[in-house]
């Protein structure tokens, strides 16, 4: 038998030692708690294999990390999602099939005719537009956007965003319409070191800046607020055309309600289903021409078709034939037609109206095959964090074998070594899941700080606890497989390995 056993043998019986013997089915302790004691080991065992220790605390430790960073990622967007549909309340129709009202189009006619729908209370049409150069910079990530407003019907409004949210300056009013006088995010006047009365050039064209706002949500600080017949003006958009109108319901009106309503009042009237083509992708990406890629895309994903125009007996409306797209591109579109038709299952919506729920539903589907994605790229690391714990439970058990012989013949059970081994796999978890979560907490920070209009994640306390006690279970797991093999040793087996 080596020196160290011996020497660890003559502790136990010598009394020397925490645990002394008294009998093979029971042990007691000079002083303290059976428990205390057992943990007191357990952090001794750990402690006198360092190297090993620390490397199973980094594995773990990046696995933690990792995951509190990915699922951050999905909290913050649901969290900004909230955030963005608190402010709100009212619906938004628009063509059917378009993901946001920049790539939506439709007649402007219909505006008025959603006035005289009962539950209506305050109509504004919208015009988007995407600005593909602010202040000589390429703007993809985050984008721009011109958010042509009738300001009119915005002063009306009971809550409106962007006109509730300045921080600098003023909303823009009636002396405002026709002008190039425009309202921008406090993200966007940080970016080109801007403030109310200086010049934004935005598409060649020379903006003068009234008001700064900040609505706190990534989706909404992205937009600069014009005149809709200004915006129509420099776009060169067709003045019977616009991109969405928002309802805002009265009192007491059940907004599901007004929904179907309007639905079934231009149901049959299709626009037809939009469609993006290679020119939308380049646009999104900032583009002026598409690419190879572009197309190649477009044509994987059959966008390149265009909605045909369909034959009715009714007379086409001129300002529906012709239907100017966000990135640049012309669409035909389905003639339009001029009298409403009898609300029918059969026939499809002219009109897509959503809610601010039926928006946090959409971003929700997208959320939760965005959850999937978190959920395999976590899985990754905890694998590899689960097999190095493993491992080293594993080397650390082989070694002390005979230390096990040697204290099950003098008195311990199978289930006080399970719980040492326990003890000393549920301390690497623990410790390890304390340094991945508070690693991916500042992470989160440094990340929110750096590119705040980028990406908003958000670490929440519920998200931290998880992962901590998810660490260390996945650490008394690892150990849970090296525990049964030592506690399956009869005494003299394990003594025999030394």
């Not at 937009?223 to 776009?235: C, F, G, P």
């Not at 639905?263 to 009237?269: L, T």
């Given at each position: 038998m080596c020196r160290g056993v011996e020497r660890f043998a003559r502790l136990l019986h010598s009394g020397d030692h925490p645990f002394v013997s008294i009998g093979r089915k029971s042990f007691g302790f000079k002083e303290g708690s059976r428990g205390n004691w057992m943990l007191h080991f357990a952090w001794q065992n750990l402690a006198s294999r360092p190297a090993r220790s620390v490397l199973a605390l980094l594995g773990l430790t990046v696995a933690i990390t990792g995951m509190v960073g990915l699922f951050s990622i999905a909290v913050g967007l649901q969290r900004t999602v909230g955030k963005t549909f608190e402010r709100i309340p009212g619906l938004a129709a628009m063509q059917p099939g378009a993901p946001i009202p920049l790539f939506s189009r439709m007649p402007a006619a219909w505006a008025d005719e959603i006035k005289d729908i009962p539950g209506v209370s305050i109509v504004r049409p919208e015009l988007w537009a995407r600005a593909q150069l602010v202040d000589g910079k390429m703007t993809f990530n985050p984008p721009r956007f011109l958010f042509g407003t009738d300001i009119a019907s915005t002063l009306k409004m009971k809550s409106a965003v962007y006109r509730d949210d300045i921080k600098a300056g003023r909303f823009l009013d009636a002396s405002d319409v026709g002008t190039l006088h425009c309202v921008i995010s406090e993200s966007i006047a940080d970016d080109s070191k801007k403030q109310p009365g200086d010049l934004l050039k935005v598409d060649g064209n020379s903006l003068e800046i009234v008001g700064?706002?900040?609505?706190?949500?990534?989706?909404?600080?992205?937009?600069?607020?014009?005149?809709?017949?200004?915006?129509?003006?420099?776009?060169?958009?067709?003045?019977?055309?616009?991109s969405s109108v928002y309802i805002e319901p009265e009192?007491?009106?059940?907004?599901?309600?007004?929904?179907?309503?309007?639905?079934?009042?231009?149901?049959?009237?299709?626009?037809?289903?939009?469609?993006?083509?290679?020119?939308?992708?380049?646009?999104?990406?900032?583009?002026?021409?598409?690419?190879?890629?572009?197309?190649?895309?477009?044509?994987?994903?059959?966008?390149t078709e265009v909605a045909k125009t369909r034959k009715t007996d009714d007379v086409p409306n001129s300002a529906s034939q012709e239907v100017v797209q966000a990135a640049g591109e012309r669409q035909v579109a389905a003639p339009v037609r001029t009298t409403s038709t009898p609300a029918d299952?059969?026939?499809?919506?002219?009109?897509?109206?959503?809610?601010?729920?039926?928006?946090?539903?959409?971003?929700?589907?997208?959320?939760?095959?965005?959850?999937?994605?978190?959920?395999?790229?976590?899985?990754?690391?905890?694998?590899?964090?689960?097999?190095?714990?493993?491992?080293?439970?594993?080397?650390?058990?082989?070694?002390?074998?005979?230390?096990?012989?040697?204290?099950?013949?003098?008195?311990?059970?199978s289930w006080d070594l399970l719980r040492l081994i326990g003890y000393e796999s549920a301390a690497l978890g623990l410790i390890g899941g304390a340094l991945g979560c508070t690693f991916g907490w500042i992470g989160t920070l440094i990340v929110n700080a750096t590119i705040p209009d980028k990406l908003n994640l958000y670490a929440s306390p519920g998200l931290l606890f998880f992962s901590l006690i998810f660490s260390m279970g996945l650490g008394v797991l690892g150990g849970l497989y090296p525990a049964l093999w030592a506690t399956r040793l009869t005494p003299m087996e394990a003594i025999r390995r030394a």
């Open positions: 700064v706002y900040k609505t706190g949500s990534l989706l909404l600080d992205v937009a600069i607020v014009m005149d809709q017949s200004t915006v129509r003006q420099l776009y060169r958009m067709d003045p019977a055309i616009i009192e007491n009106v059940n907004p599901d309600e007004l929904s179907l309503a309007i639905r079934d009042k231009f149901r049959g009237r299709s626009l037809g289903k939009w469609q993006p083509s290679a020119e939308t992708i380049a646009g999104l990406a900032g583009r002026s021409e598409p690419t190879l890629a572009d197309k190649f895309v477009a044509g994987l994903s059959g966008l299952d059969s026939q499809e919506d002219g009109l897509e109206v959503r809610s601010a729920r039926d928006w946090g539903n959409k971003i929700q589907e997208f959320s939760s095959d965005l959850d999937i994605f978190m959920y395999l790229m976590s899985g990754i690391g905890v694998v590899i964090a689960l097999l190095s714990i493993l491992n080293t439970m594993l080397m650390s058990v082989t070694e002390r074998m005979t230390e096990f012989g040697i204290l099950k013949a003098n008195g311990w059970s």
